[in-house]
């Protein structure tokens, strides 16, 4: 007599095969895209506000990276100015930041009571936002160069000493000066130094999500059964809905 139960092991085995094959070709497929292509990140500050807003969630274009042209793979695209970037924070590489390129190489730039000066001229700027705040001569005048401020990293200090020209920030071949939009509250190459070429991981392309702060308290006081709801009933009451898929400039 033949075994009935063969027959199923099959089919059940015929039938896993293709559901596993088919996801590993979307992990693998998800990891190139992140890897290679797009990856999401989110606001945690308010160094780029208005332009970006605490709670925002960004798709980032990663083509920018530095990939083996002569590969001929993916070549990096230039770096513009005005043009916003994330990367690896030089003081801290695993960590990563969001801020404007302001200053290219080669570039001689200071800063005039909070407006940048680029060659002698001064940079139109419709992004930048200027919140109420003390007068810092530091922060508003850069570069200076009698007193440290006390925010400063100790060894971008030094270097800066060494890059000044006729009271003037000349930027290396290779190297970017990036402020954040929130001139008045943020903490940018004026306090740590440049961000080199090869730490630049991606432009931001649009807000695929955003969500207000205290919608993110809530979620999180959100404990117990029916923990599942209150999520998504906070997700719902607190999502800035006119920010979703909006371009980011």
Sequence with gaps: MSDPVAPARHNESAGLLP????????????????????????????????????????????????????????????????????????????MHLIKRVVGLPGDHLRLREGHVFIDGRRLDEPYAFYSASQPDSFRDNFPRLDRPDPE???????????????????????????????????????????????????????????????GEATVAEAPGTGAGLRLLDAVLEFARWSRTLQRVQ
């Design 19 to 94: 559901a596993v094959q088919s996801l590993l070709t979307i992990v693998i497929a998800a990891i190139f895209i992140i890897t290679f292509c797009v990856q999401p990140f989110r606001i945690p500050s308010e160094s780029m506000e208005p332009t970006l807003l605490v709670g925002d969630f960004l798709l980032v274009d990663k083509q920018v990276q530095g990939f083996d042209e002569s590969a001929g793979v993916l070549p990096a695209a230039s770096i513009q100015r005005g043009q916003i970037v994330v990367f690896h924070y030089p003081v801290n590489p695993s």
């Design 152 to 214: 400063i990293d100790a060894r971008w200090w030094v270097r800066l000493h060494t890059l000044i020209d006729h009271e003037e920030l000349v930027i290396p071949a290779g190297d970017y000066f990036v402020l954040g939009d929130n001139r008045n509250d943020s903490e940018d190459s004026r306090y740590w130094g440049f961000v080199p070429r090869s730490a630049i991981e991606g432009t931001p392309m649009v807000i695929y999500f955003s969500l207000e702060p205290r």
